[in-house]
């Protein structure tokens, strides 16, 4: 599970999480989370044909970045 502090700034609309496998590697576009005050995310490892990534595997580790967006 990830969790993040959600964005004070009232214009924040969603956030995008992003994985990647590598700690070097571009991180692809996991999913859109809808919502401000939401700060929680489970990965649950799925394969997503639609972003490219594949499933999650036992013994890696994974690197996310949650990025808040707003209206504009």
Known sequence: ALAWEPCPDEKVIGYEIYR???PDEARALLTTVAGRE????????????????GSL????????????????
């Open 38 to 53: 939401t700060g929680i995310f489970v990965d649950r490892g799925r394969n997503r044909k639609s972003t490219g990534l």
């Open 57 to 72: 595997n036992d013994g890696r580790s994974y690197t996310y970045d949650v990025v808040a967006f707003n209206t504009a």
């Open 20 to 22: 990647s496998s590598e």
